[in-house]
């Protein structure tokens, strides 16, 4: 009897209770032991498809739901963007993105000048409302990519506002394969991208990073200067969790593939938001992870003063310095936002059954 007490006692406790015991919180649907890109997967006769393709649409580019059937060879579009190059503001590691992308070295952030968008409160307006940034041409973007991660150390490549320049993309990223690039892809957009052009990105990119504005048509022709953008952020983002699924990490707490959602909470506009991750929920997964950000303020058109209010000041009645709040454009989101808006929107998300988000862990672990 005593043998056997000893027996017992030396087994070991079973492993969920090891994890109980060590404090740690990892999922593992969610969980990779290691990963490879997906660009580095593909054959080099898909790799010569891509590239045909990508030189395709921009002879009649339809990469988004403009659909303004231009030769970027001979002229542009709305977003402003030929053939030949790319327009890049900034090229550096970044630390302002999610924990899971930028961790302790950064993302390597790629943003883009012009967007298909013309978003009357846009937070980066310097940069997409205009040109405003040095020309690249694909072989220069991938040698900035290897640049970022040799001496950067980054872990990742983000690009930021890519939409209008996708094929440039795609032939970037077939280049930097070439030149030995071995971190994640993330396509960091607004949603307004043509199925073609998520088509287009298949086996290139890893992590998708759609940011789901608004869901009212009205709000969309008012505030972004776009039509139906909501059904087609909803395409959009169905057809990239299709891709590359639910987000996974590694075991050090970066994200490698997957989809991640963000959405900007506004003024006033939390019902929208409501209705937003209640659709995710129903019809992309409850596993997926989710950012309710809460960091909106007034920028770009908003709370500047009416065109009324400029003549009246050109004519002495009205300063314009001392319009009032009824006289400036979109005076309804011309504050910041309140935090109980935000907390509306995340209760609605957890009601839903979505439950991975961007936020502290309760656990003092990863929330993977």
Known sequence: ????????????????????????????????????????????????????????????????????GVNRYEKTGVCLIGAETASVNTIAPHFGEEPCFQGHNGSGSVFFSGCNLRCSFCQNHDIAHQKNGFDVTPEQLADWYVKLQEVGGVHNINLVTPEHVVPQVVLSILHARELGLRVPIIYNTSSFDSLDSIKLLDGLVDIYLPDFKVWKDSTSRRLLKADKYTDVAKESIKAMHDQVGDLCFTADGIAKKGVLVRHLVMPGKEDEGQEIVKWLAENVSKDLFVHVMEQYHPRANVGKPKKSVLRSDQSGDIPAHKATNTEVRYADINRPVDLQEVSAVKKAARDAGLWRFVEAAEHGGFNI
């Open 1 to 68: 009897m005593l043998r056997s007490l000893r027996y017992k006692s030396l087994k070991k406790p079973p492993y969920n209770a090891i994890l109980r015991s060590r404090g740690l919180h990892l999922a593992p649907p969610f969980l990779l032991d290691d990963y490879i890109p997906r660009y580095n997967l593909i054959s080099s006769t898909d790799a010569a498809k891509k590239r045909s393709e990508a030189y395709a649409h921009l002879r009649n580019c339809n990469l988004c739901p403009r659909l303004c």
